[in-house]
């Protein structure tokens, strides 16, 4: 009896359950009466909602007309579309004047190729590719969108940041097709690649600074139309409101993070307090404070634009959630890991950055993107100080004479474009989880 | 058996020169008094293993060393540089003593070459090329220079522990400090990292070692440390001190643990 079985058992097929859809079905749908029963309740419920959106929204909608009494003629169970499309460069830009909307898009579409080679295994450099959409981009967005007359400063970001986005693309070109990087590939055109360190950089450095000249002079001859900020609106305003507040709260709920953990007793009780006092106070309040009371105590004549207060107002809302996300993330991290970096020499900064961060990080996406999600949709309350962003817009239509009373269409319309946004931004810090997690199993 | 652990007594390589004085140190956690007038001295390249029950101080006596533990009271002198709040001096200190741990305490989110090319790339301020070189060097002495793409977590307990100790070893310290290395492994893997203790040992290397590993303290320690409750209790050279421990309770923790 020592031997169980003399013959390997073979392999079998799984049973059909496991395998195919029916199985599936069958297992998970149709086990049981009662089961079967509810399946077929929430089948019809789904049925009937499907079929209801379907006639309002498409079936009986009106897409073109000229006023809201055409779309009752026309139909009087369906959606009126006709309005939100008649409004949709006003939902996008705001009062935005109509020639100059390509700046808009230019700047759109500068952000999309700046950050695109992010995503490309082939390029190289991504570390200054993130460095300069940070450092550059704003300022050559920012006088996009404004324009007027440059001054000296605006001259030198603007032009920095055209070399730097020009830069970035022939990197990327090259990075495709010839797997190098643009540093690489100016050497050897210049024959220096085998040149000591010293000479590789300085030729480098020439080739900057003669095109960053060339750019300087260049940009020199001409000047964009100037335009209020009290014209932006719609989309736009409202991408530029929760965009740079996403970008600046980061970094400065990173370093209030830290002050809250740090070893001295007054930078940690300043950074405790005010993430608390901010976090206990309603965003609403924040933005009343921010252009009403702050004008109070800034000298006389100084006059800050709404807009700027605004998204000073949002920065350091959510600045201090994100303290309170990047906390959680550094909490996770073992002591082993600062005594490691400790013992190698490490000092603060060095272990904070190199070992800590990186790590926190990787804990920290759900809880970020959460937290970007959230104030995206935050944003929109700037319309209640009078800012038209695309709430405020959407709201509009329903007060212009040939759609009066249209309330409906213009908020689902709203809806349905901010849950495209948010659900892609949560799907994509799915994704950055999956590959993150795969790249280090530990 | 051709396991290096049990190999006879290597020869000596201690110096007459003191590289860690240390007088008079006490240290306090809250109200609990961990060492007691604690007075070591230790030589250029000698190795000194520390035993002890749980709770003694032994891991708090060499934590104090690299200062990665505060002390009340009394002098630690590490290569002639005092111990104390100066910054400058606590991370040449650091650099100048590698210290390796129960847990290994290597960084999850870098591959084992980054481990070790870290410190001298931005401790050292070495160069990219010259720091894979001699982070390849180390890898080839603890045997695994085939895992250096790998993440530590893909690597076993006891490689682990060996890059944890080259990557000390990167930083080209004058003492290596052990925590205990081989406590957080299986049975089968311990020998695989005392054997690379071993051959650095046979390179002079100053160590401190706290281990229970009595068979490795019998084979590479100069001296053999016997802690309690915050006192040296005993020390001896590792004949005398198996052979005929003089104190009481050494006899009683040796009856216990061999």
Redesign the interface.
């Known amino acids: 009896m020592a031997i169980v079985t003399a013959q390997k058992t073979p392999d079998r097929q799984p049973p059909l359950s496991e395998t195919s859809i029916i199985g599936w079905m069958q297992k998970n749908l149709f086990s049981s009466i009662t089961n079967t029963i509810l399946t077929v309740i929430t089948l019809y419920i789904v049925y009937l909602t499907v079929k209801g959106i379907y006639i309002w929204g498409f079936a009986d909608a009106t897409f073109v007309a000229e006023n809201r009494r055409e779309c009752y003629n026309n139909s009087l169970t369906g959606a009126c579309w006709a309005g939100v499309i008649d409004w949709m460069d006003n939902i996008m830009y705001g009062r935005y004047p109509r020639d100059e909307l390509w700046r808009i898009n230019a700047g759109g579409i500068l952000v999309v190729l700046w950050m695109a080679p992010l995503w490309m295994s082939k390029v190289k450099g991504k570390i200054f590719i993130g460095i300069s959409v940070v450092m550059l981009y704003p300022f050559l967005a920012g006088y996009l969108f404004s324009g007027g007359s440059k001054g000296l400063f605006m001259q030198v970001m603007v032009s920095g940041a055209i070399v730097a986005f020009i830069a970035n693309m022939l990197n990327m070109i090259i990075g495709l097709t010839k797997n190098q990087s643009l540093v690489q590939f100016l050497l050897r055109i210049f024959n220096q690649n085998n040149a000591s360190d010293k000479t590789q950089r300085n030729v480098i450095l020439g080739i900057m600074i003669i095109s960053f000249l060339a750019i300087f002079l260049w940009q020199i001859s001409f000047n964009l139309e100037k335009v209020g900020w009290t014209q932006w609106g719609g989309l736009f305003l409202t991408l530029v409101i929760a965009g740079v507040g996403i970008a600046a709260s980061m970094p400065l709920g990173v370093i209030l993070a830290l002050g809250r953990r740090s070893r001295l007793p007054v930078v940690r009780v300043l950074s405790t307090s005010f993430i608390e006092i901010f976090r206990s106070v309603p965003l609403i309040t924040v933005l009343f404070m921010a252009t009403t009371m702050f004008p109070l105590f800034m000298p006389d004549g100084f006059v800050l634009n709404k807009l700027v207060q605004v998204i000073i107002a949002v920065i350091l809302f959510n600045a201090c959630y994100m303290a309170e996300n990047v906390r959680a993330g550094l909490q996770a991290i073992p002591k082993?890991?600062f005594?490691?970096?400790?013992?190698?020499?490490?000092?603060y900064w060095?272990t904070m950055g190199?070992?800590v961060m990186?790590?926190a990080l990787?804990h920290m996406i759900p809880n970020i993107v959460g937290n970007f999600i959230g104030l995206l949709k935050n944003s929109t309350l700037v319309s209640i100080i009078g800012l038209f962003d695309i709430l405020l817009m959407l709201r509009s239509i329903s007060r212009d004479v040939p759609w009066l009373g249209l309330h409906r269409e213009p908020l689902i319309f709203g809806a349905v474009l901010f849950f495209i946004l948010c659900f892609s931004m949560s799907k994509y810090s799915r994704h950055l989880e999956k590959k993150l997690s795969t790249?280090?199993?530990? | 058996m051709t396991t290096k652990t049990q190999k006879s007594q290597l020869s000596s390589a201690a110096s007459n020169e003191v590289i860690i004085e240390i007088s008079k140190m006490n240290k306090w956690y809250g109200d609990f008094h961990v060492l007691k007038d604690i007075n070591l001295n230790v030589h250029q390249g000698e190795r000194i293993v520390v035993c002890g029950p749980s709770g003694s101080g032994k891991s708090t006596l060499i934590r104090c060393i690299?200062a990665?533990e505060e002390h009340q009271e009394g002098e630690i002198i590490v290569d002639g540089i005092l111990l104390g709040k100066n910054?400058k001096n606590l991370?040449h200190i650091?650099?100048e003593?590698?210290?390796v741990?129960q847990?290994f305490?290597?960084?999850?989110?870098l591959t084992i070459l980054e481990n070790l090319t870290?410190?001298p790339i931005?401790?050292?301020k070495m160069g990219k090329a010259e720091a894979k070189e001699t982070a390849m060097k180390y890898l080839e002495r603890v045997k695994i220079p085939e895992q250096a793409d790998k993440?530590?977590?893909?690597i076993s307990g006891g490689q682990q522990q060996r890059v944890a100790i080259a990557?000390?070893l990167?930083?080209n310290p004058k003492i290596m400090l052990f925590d205990e290395p081989t406590s957080a492994l299986d049975p089968e893997m311990i020998k695989e990292v005392l054997d690379v203790m071993v051959d650095l040992a046979e390179t002079g290397m100053t160590m401190i070692v706290v281990t229970h590993e009595m068979g490795f303290a019998k084979t590479i320690a100069d001296e053999v440390i016997f802690m309690d409750e915050g006192d040296i209790v005993e020390r001896n050279n590792p004949h005398d001190f198996f052979g005929k421990p003089e104190h009481e309770r050494t006899k009683q923790f040796l009856s216990q643990i061999l």
């Not at chain 1, 790249?439 to 530990?442: L, P």
């Not at chain 2, 993440?151 to 893909?154: A, E, S, V």
Request: hydrophobic share 30%.
């Open positions: 082993g890991q005594e490691g970096a400790h013992t190698i020499g490490l000092g060095g190199l070992i990186p790590q990787k790249d280090n199993k530990s | 690299n990665l910054l991370s650091r650099t003593v590698g210290m741990f847990n305490n290597l960084f999850p989110h870290l410190g931005w401790v050292r993440y530590p977590g893909q990557r000390s990167c930083m």
